[in-house]
């Protein structure tokens, strides 16, 4: 397992452009990243992104051969996503609405994912809006929870999930629904960033639920790679 310390501007060095309100690349982008480098891509593999925003992961998949579905449920990411591809002349087949019914009946040989995670007083997912792509619920599970259910109908024998987290949200847990529905998995890197407008912004609700301590300044993030055993 890594361990790494990233700065709030960090993310993935290419260049991409962003509709108002997409999810620009950030520390979670960039350590997902780290993570899809270490596994085996090529023409043959068939990748499918969930939340896509940016398309940066789609992209770098992308760039190293592999098939390429991306998924989001915004528009703006839709079409920054598609832009982002034309202009990196890449093929990144972009699909509209939620992960599970625009997958349906189709496998994957890798499965990443950069849900929404933080921790919202809202237990009501946002429609629309920036939020919608960090809002998660009272325990940043809304989305997370649904992937680690539908994960085993995604993967092709042998196949791979990559996803990202705040530790907020209880990297056991995720092993453990991931194990509940027959795949193993285990944090394979983590990363301390520091708090963000959000957070810090939701500080005296957090320390209220307990998903946080008056003198947290970090969020650690958490890296969950899952597989068929």
Known sequence: MTSTAFTPGEALSTALIALPGVYRPQADTLLLAEALTREDLGPRKEVLEIGTGTGALALHAADRGARVT???VAWPAIVTARLNAL?????????????AARTAGFRYDLVV???????????????????????????????????????????????????????????????????A?????????????????????RRAWLEQQGLAAGTDEQEELVIIRAWYS
């Open 70 to 72: 991306a998924v989001d």
């Open 181 to 201: 529905a027959r795949l193993a998995a285990e944090v394979t890197a983590r990363a301390s960033v520091p708090w963000g407008p959000v957070l810090r912004s």
């Open 87 to 99: 202009r990196r002349r890449v093929p990144l087949r972009v699909l509209h609405g939620d992960f």
């Open 113 to 179: 994912a950069n849900p929404p995670y933080v921790p919202a007083p809202s237990a009501r997912l946002p429609s629309r809006g920036p939020e919608r792509a960090w809002d998660a619920g009272p325990d940043g599970r809304g989305v997370i929870d649904r992937i680690c259910a539908r994960a085993p109908a995604l993967l092709r024998p042998g196949g791979v999930l990559l996803m990202v987290h705040s530790g907020m949200c209880g990297a056991q847990e995720t092993i453990d629904r991931l194990a």
